[in-house]
């Protein structure tokens, strides 16, 4: 009797071990998806990511055919942050655009770098979700004059707020752009404005709309802006998926985005700079 109670009781303790262990192995993992995905929606993250953005635009305006035109573009937008040992933190964020296809002439090539050096302070001890930094914008005349390049050299300030919580985080992240060198004067205030929600399992979603007021042309570009993704682990390695669509209710008359849809893969990647600026 006790031979056949240990025939019958052994499998199914090995089989409630196995779904235990395999339990704690999944909540582990989605412990670190949670934390990875928290710290992926902070501007101001010490994770350093490769962004690959695939993007695809649709545009209308007044000129005849611009309702038939579209556009590709693979956007490649690392983020290093440099922490430094008082808490706050040195931010790289290049912009590398690489044009699949444009409107009208249908080329291919790269587009203008942009770059911003974010200067991330340290948040104050009685509000430890504060974000807070302050930085320089810049885009350099790269590209191909095919896509539209290599026109002008641009430089201005940005700025961040932001507040995170449990179970999101939101803020702004204003800039302006002169031109300090080229063939065209350019004076553009751009702001995004990021709301962010984290339920759980890695997932987000919210809305991080960017508008721009051009001064020279008078005209604004207003998108509705909707996002969302998972953060995911192969291995050790956090990997943030996700898809973002803009709706533009406000652009240019002439000619301006219509819709603009993205899918985007963000590897977290070691910055092995990361020492430069202790």
Known sequence: MSQLFLCISLPKL??????????????????????????????????AS????????TYEGDIPGADDQDGQMILF????????DDGTKIIWRPAVPMHISTPWQEESGLGDIS???AYAFAPPKDNPGELMAVG??????????KVGGGE??????????????????IGMFPNHQWDVAGDIDIS???????????????????????ISYDHKAEEWTIPLNFSFGKTVMF?????????EINYYVEKPDAFGPEWMISFNVSPVVENVMANWFK
């Open 136 to 145: 320089i914008f810049t885009s350099l005349p790269t590209g191909d004059e």
């Open 50 to 57: 490769l962004n690959f953005k695939f993007q695809h635009r």
């Open 115 to 117: 770059m911003d050096v």
């Open 152 to 169: 002008a050299t641009t430089l201005g300030p940005e700025f961040l707020w932001g507040q995170i919580s449990k179970d999101g985080i």
């Open 14 to 47: 090995a089989l409630a071990l196995l779904a235990s262990m395999s339990f704690s192995a999944l909540s582990a993992e989605e412990n670190a998806a949670d934390k990875a995905a928290k710290e992926l929606a902070n501007p101001n993250t010490a994770y």
């Open 188 to 210: 553009i205030t751009s702001s995004q404005f990021f709301y962010v929600k984290l339920p759980g399992g890695g997932w987000n979603y919210g809305s991080s709309p960017t």
């Open 235 to 243: 291995g050790t390695r956090p990997w943030k998926l996700g898809m």
């Open 77 to 84: 937008q690392p983020s290093l942050p440099f922490p430094r």
